[in-house]
Every structure is written in C-alpha cells, then in structure tokens.
C-alpha cells in the first residue's frame, strides 16, 4: 500500500481538494486498496474546521466528492507513516521540513514537481481562484499518480 499525505498551511483548502482528487483517481482506476491517502497542516490556525467552501463548491462543479475531513496538523510521526508528504508550496516544504525534522529519506515533495514544474500551488485563501487551484491540484495529482505506478509497483 502506498500512503500520501497532503499538506498545506491551514488544511482546509488546497490539502483537502488535492486528498479528494487523488482518492477520486485512485477510485477510478480501480486501486482504492492500494493507496491510503490523507491531508494535513502545517500550522494550528484551521485545526478542527472542515474544509473551505470554495475546495466544497469547485469539488461539487467538477463532479469530484468531497472526502469527509475537518483540519489537523502534520507531527514528526507522520514522517515515518507516510510513503510521500506532498506539500502545495515552498514555505509549506520548509515547515513540513522543520516538523519532520529533515527529510532523511526523500518522502517531502512539492506537488507540482510531479508536473515537471518547481511552481507553487496559489493559495485560493489569498487568491480566491480555486478554478486555478483545482487545475494545478489536478495536474499535479495526475502526474504523481504516474510516478507512483512507474516506481512503486511493489507496494501496490
């Protein structure tokens, strides 16, 4: 089995709609079994809430449900539970970073790294644009579930 956590600031917006469209991929190809698949924070501001309207509203346009989660932050143990820790910006790597107390086996990525880009995942709390979240979330979603099935079949 592969575990994916995914990380963002506050856990409400770009972690949860990237836990929902990777469980909605996964789902469509059949190996839900496969994968274990969850999301974090970085911080403690949104610990508890649900996710944002606009991750519920923009998962509810493209026909995308909504996986259940109220906001939690990232500890030191999720470092060694965790196959890959998917972070959506430079300043969430470098706190997930901190949190894991280094990134010893390579687990910390940011996610559209798996897009062939170093680009950063706006933040739509600051930006308001989950259109354009959703489709740097979904790109990089897709690409790192082409990373995972071309190098990790032995834990598939």
Partial sequence: MVKILFICHGNICRSTMAESVMTHLVKQH?????????SAATSR????????????????????????????????????QYDYLIGMDTA??????????GDREGKIHKLLTFADSGRDVADPWYTGDFDATYADVSEGCSG?????????QDKL
Avoid at 30 to 38: A, C, T
Avoid at 144 to 152: K, P, V
């Fill in 45 to 80: 501001e949104e610990i508890g809430n649900p996710p944002h309207y606009g991750t519920v509203n923009k998962l509810r346009e493209v026909g995308i449900p909504l996986v259940p989660h109220r906001a939690a932050q990232m500890t030191a143990q999720d470092y060694v």
């Fill in 92 to 101: 969430n790597i470098r706190n997930m970073t901190r949190i894991a107390g």
């Fill in 30 to 38: 059949g190996m839900e079994k496969s994968f274990y698949i969850s």
């Fill in 144 to 152: 790192l579930f082409r990373h995972i099935l071309a190098h990790d």
